[in-house]
């Protein structure tokens, strides 16, 4: 592309597969799920499905307030877990997936009573999108990026996973959209650069990334 151009805007990633790493948590989840439905397990299906019930009943509470409960929650539920017989004798890192997989549970259906769920929140974000759009105008030029890394393929790839959190409702698969823009990003600077690079370089690109989504 020519030196002082723009990269391109992303298409809508509405039909592309999820990244490894969300693939990995999805087979975790649906194991966790399959362990719930033992009888053994009958008493944490149980307090999932009440707090879940509860807290998208509760319109009293702001989000603040139910934030913090569902912290206290997921607390409680990993002691509940780690004391389990089912998953006392499992190494740390499947109790790690074990708790992942209830915040998936509880996220994906508080997603709309915690995600822009007041007036000041949508406010905000709608405030942060009228300014995001005010900056279209910023190329690679102004914002210093050498001509070497200004790959437009790889920054599409880029900005298609930053669009995609949108696509996702609990906040570990949105950071792992996050967490795959800023590979593909660091992947296309090393190639330029014969892995001669660091946050100067990066930094850039990753705004580039995040404006020309509008995330």
Known sequence: PAAN?????????????????????????????AKLQQPAAASLSRALKS???????DKARSVAQLAE??????????????????????????LERACDAVEKVVMSRLHDRV????????????????????????????LG?????????SWANAQREICKMALY?????????VLNCCKLINSSIARASAGEHGADEFFPVRIAAAQFCGA
């Open 145 to 153: 990026i050498p001509p070497a890394v200004r790959d437009a393929h």
């Open 51 to 57: 707090f879940v019930r509860h807290a998208s009943a």
């Open 5 to 33: 151009a723009a990269p391109p805007p992303a298409a809508a990633a509405t039909t592309a597969p999820p990244p490894a790493a969300a693939a990995a948590s999805s087979s975790s989840h649906h194991a966790f799920l």
């Open 169 to 177: 409702r609990t906040p570990r698969d949105k950071l792992v959209c």
């Open 69 to 94: 409960l569902t912290q206290t929650f997921f607390r409680d539920t990993e002691e509940a877990i780690a004391g389990h017989a089912l998953w006392r004798d499992e190494p740390p890192e499947a």
């Open 115 to 142: 995600f822009l769920a007041d007036a000041a929140e949508r406010a905000a974000d709608a405030a942060l999108g009228e300014r995001l759009g005010f900056l279209q105008f910023v190329d690679a030029d102004h």
